[in-house]
Nanobody, 123 residues
């Protein structure tokens, strides 16, 4: 059974940093894309960043502030978030593909999801 478990969320002030982790179990994703999405209250889930063996992709709103990386030996993907803003407040979800479709910006190309971790940025 595949599981994605996020950690690292919390409360931080504007301009602060957080590092999210997503540990996968049940299968390896070294050849598939893994990514991060977020959902703020009253809004739809949106793409944040993704990574596969060819490279990375970012939403325009986080470019230059967030960095996605992965450790295939640990089957884990990370999201380093810097210069956080109140608009970054959301539940952050980790996602992974069953089939290697490449870095995907749509939630529809991801098959596995974590339960989410809350990130709150105070002004």
């Amino acid at each position: 059974q595949v599981q994605l478990v996020e950690s690292g969320g919390g409360l931080v002030q504007t301009g602060g940093s957080l590092r999210l982790s997503c540990a996968a179990s049940g299968r390896t994703f070294s050849n598939s894309a893994m990514g991060w999405f977020r959902q703020a209250p009253g809004k739809e889930r949106e793409f944040v960043a993704a990574i596969d063996w060819t490279g990375t992709g970012y939403a325009d709103s986080v470019k230059g502030r967030f960095t996605i990386s992965r450790d295939n030996a640990k089957n884990t993907v990370y999201l380093q978030m810097k210069n956080l803003k109140p608009d970054d407040t959301a539940v952050y979800y980790c996602a992974a593909q069953k089939t290697a479709w490449g870095v995907g910006y749509s939630s529809s190309v991801y098959d596995y999801w974590g339960q989410g971790t809350q990130v709150t940025v105070s002004s």
